[in-house]
C-alpha cells in the first residue's frame, strides 16, 4: 500500500508531465514540423517578411526609375500590397479597408509598403511575445491565443466562407507576393525597361537580409 512519500511522488511526477506537455504545445506553436521533417518558425516568416518588404522596394525603385510605367504594372503592385493588408485584417478579425485592386500611385504604394511591413513585424513579434510570456509564467494545459495553428475565419472574394490556418495565410502572402513581383519583372523588360533584381539569395548575400 502506497505511502504519503508515494503519494507525494506521484503527484509531483503528474505535475512535471502537465508541464513537459505544455513546453511541448507551446514549442509546436513556435516551431511546426512539416511532413518532410523541416521546420517553420516564427523567426522564419520574420525574416521572409522581411526579404518580402526589401523586394517590394527594389521593384518599386526600380519602377520609379523608369517611368512612365504602364498602370498595368503599378496596379499589379498596388495589388501586391492591398491584398497584405487585407489578409492582415482577416487575421485580425477587421473589416476590409481597401480593394484588392486599388488605384494606386507609385508614391501610394512606397506608402503602403512601409505601413504593411511594420504591421507585420508588429503581428509576427506580438505572436512570439504571447507565447513566451504563456510559456513563463502559467503553467496552463492550452495554448494561448495567437498562434501559426489559429485558424482564421473569412469569406473570400467571390463570398465564399473559408477557414485557413494563420501559417497557410503567411505562406500565401509571401508567395502571392513573389508570384505577382515576377509578371512586374515581365512586364517591364518587354516593354525596354530594366526590373528590379529581387532573388532572395542576392539578398542573404548582399547582406540586405538578416
Same mark, same amino acid.
Given at each position: 500500500?502506497?505511502?504519503?512519500? +508515494?503519494?507525494?511522488?506521484?503527484? /509531483?511526477?503528474?505535475?512535471?508531465?502537465?508541464?513537459? @506537455?505544455? @513546453?511541448?504545445? %507551446?514549442? $509546436?506553436?513556435?516551431?511546426?514540423?512539416?511532413?518532410? !521533417?523541416?521546420?517553420?518558425?516564427?523567426?522564419?516568416?520574420?525574416?521572409?517578411? *522581411?526579404?518580402?518588404?526589401?523586394? &517590394?522596394?527594389? %521593384?518599386? *525603385? *526600380?519602377? #520609379?526609375?523608369?517611368?512612365?510605367? $504602364?498602370?498595368?504594372? @503599378? !496596379?499589379?503592385?498596388?495589388?501586391?500590397?492591398?491584398?497584405?493588408?487585407?489578409?492582415?485584417? =482577416?487575421?485580425?478579425?477587421?473589416?476590409?479597408?481597401?480593394?484588392?485592386?486599388? /488605384?494606386?500611385?507609385?508614391?501610394? %504604394? @512606397? *506608402?503602403?509598403?512601409?505601413?504593411?511591413?511594420?504591421?507585420?513585424?508588429?503581428?509576427?513579434?506580438?505572436?512570439?511575445?504571447?507565447?513566451?510570456?504563456?510559456?513563463?509564467?502559467?503553467? /496552463?494545459?492550452?495554448?494561448?491565443?495567437? $498562434?501559426?495553428?489559429?485558424?482564421?475565419?473569412?469569406? &473570400?472574394?467571390?463570398?465564399?466562407?473559408?477557414?485557413?490556418?494563420?501559417?497557410?495565410?503567411?505562406?500565401?502572402?509571401?508567395?502571392?507576393?513573389?508570384?505577382? #513581383?515576377?509578371?512586374?519583372?515581365?512586364?517591364? =523588360?518587354? $516593354?525596354?525597361?530594366?526590373?528590379?533584381?529581387?532573388?532572395?539569395?542576392?539578398?542573404?548575400?548582399? /547582406?540586405?537580409? +538578416?
Amino acid at each position: 500500500m502506497a505511502g504519503v512519500g +508515494d503519494e507525494q511522488i506521484l503527484r /509531483g511526477a503528474t505535475s512535471v508531465y502537465h508541464r513537459i @506537455v505544455f @513546453v511541448q504545445r %507551446c514549442h $509546436s506553436a513556435l516551431r511546426r514540423v512539416s511532413s518532410k !521533417g523541416g521546420f517553420v518558425d516564427i523567426k522564419d516568416f520574420l525574416r521572409m517578411f *522581411a526579404y518580402d518588404y526589401w523586394a &517590394n522596394r527594389e %521593384c518599386l *525603385a *526600380a519602377m #520609379r526609375a523608369a517611368e512612365p510605367v $504602364s498602370p498595368d504594372t @503599378v !496596379g499589379r503592385m498596388a495589388h501586391i500590397l492591398s491584398a497584405q493588408k487585407l489578409w492582415l485584417e =482577416r487575421i485580425l478579425k477587421q473589416r476590409q479597408s481597401m480593394p484588392v485592386w486599388p /488605384g494606386l500611385t507609385i508614391d501610394d %504604394c @512606397v *506608402a503602403l509598403a512601409e505601413e504593411m511591413s511594420s504591421a507585420w513585424r508588429s503581428y509576427l513579434m506580438q505572436l512570439t511575445s504571447q507565447l513566451t510570456t504563456q510559456f513563463t509564467t502559467q503553467l /496552463g494545459t492550452h495554448l494561448p491565443p495567437g $498562434s501559426l495553428d489559429d485558424q482564421v475565419e473569412y469569406r &473570400n472574394s467571390k463570398g465564399q466562407a473559408w477557414s485557413s490556418r494563420v501559417e497557410d495565410v503567411l505562406t500565401h502572402v509571401l508567395f502571392h507576393s513573389a508570384y505577382h #513581383r515576377g509578371q512586374i519583372a515581365l512586364q517591364m =523588360r518587354a $516593354s525596354g525597361m530594366e526590373p528590379a533584381y529581387t532573388d532572395f539569395i542576392h539578398a542573404v548575400r548582399q /547582406g540586405l537580409v +538578416d
